[in-house]
């Protein structure tokens, strides 16, 4: 079955450190995607990042990257020198491909809450 | 352009009321998802619009919930009999396609629903 693991339910840094978000998936299916979400105090979800499960190159975007491994099933997060303003839960989520038929709704982990301390 | 747009923000109904949600979707995206979320959970999936096709409702938790789209614009969710369970957030998200395409789900603001 389908299913997101966030097993840090709660982390505190403060500002300027660096922080690793967890995330581990299962999946039947071969071809698959990989999500990460930002919800702010304000509620709204916004979107991070995707990758295809076929392209395990790591990604980075500013203080944002993403560590993809198959071998471990692992999509890790990571938030260079971080700034107050990145207090939120941030959420993985899977969509699988063919397996899910057009359905490609997303599987959602209970997400981590991260709070940055001035 | 314009996000994905819900209404009303927020909504606080009696136990045994009917509630109708709004979503509005980006234009142009042709598939639409609404998603549950309870209070500390992450989201689960209720129901899945693609185009003119029928819906997917296999996430709908009882036959109190209901959604309805029209052609690829406006989607209503209701929820009949409301129940304090029934007590989160509902969020719609969009995708320009649904499979065999996975495209980015981009998400409304939801719908804070309490039930006294």
């Known amino acids: 079955a389908q299913k997101v693991t966030q097993a840090q339910t709660e982390i505190s840094v403060v500002e300027k450190e660096d922080v690793t978000l967890d995330c581990v998936y299962e999946?039947?299916?071969?071809?698959?995607?990989l999500f990460w979400y930002k919800q702010p105090p304000s509620g709204e979800l916004v979107f991070l990042i995707r990758?295809?499960?076929?392209d395990e190159q790591n990604e980075i975007s500013g203080r944002y990257s993403w560590n993809f491994q198959k071998s471990t099933s692992s999509f890790n997060f990571t938030i260079t020198a971080s700034q107050v303003v990145d207090s939120a839960v941030y959420f993985c989520?899977?969509?699988?491909?063919?397996?899910?038929?057009?359905?490609?709704?997303?599987?959602w982990g209970l997400g981590t809450s991260l709070a940055v301390n001035p | 352009g314009a996000g994905v747009s819900q209404s009303p923000s927020n909504k606080v109904t009696e136990k045994g009321k009917d509630v109708e949600l709004r979503c509005d979707p980006i234009?142009?995206?042709?598939?639409l998802y609404w998603y549950r979320q309870r209070l500390g959970q992450g989201l689960e999936f209720l129901i899945y619009?693609?185009?003119?096709?029928?819906?997917?409702k296999s996430g709908l938790p009882s036959d109190r919930f209901s959604a309805e789209r029209t052609g690829e614009s406006v989607s209503t969710l209701t929820i009949q009999r409301t129940q304090q369970e029934d007590s989160a957030v509902y969020l719609c998200?969009?995708?320009?396609?649904?499979?065999?395409?996975?495209?980015?789900?981009?998400f409304g603001p939801g719908t804070r629903l309490t039930v006294l």
């Open positions: 998200a969009s995708s320009l396609r649904g499979g065999p395409r996975t495209d980015t789900q981009y």
């Open positions: 234009s142009g995206h042709t598939a």
């Open positions: 619009f693609q185009g003119n096709s029928a819906p997917d």
């Open positions: 999946t039947r299916d071969t071809t698959y995607y």
């Open positions: 990758r295809n499960s076929f």
């Open positions: 989520a899977l969509s699988e491909g063919p397996r899910a038929g057009n359905n490609r709704k997303l599987i």
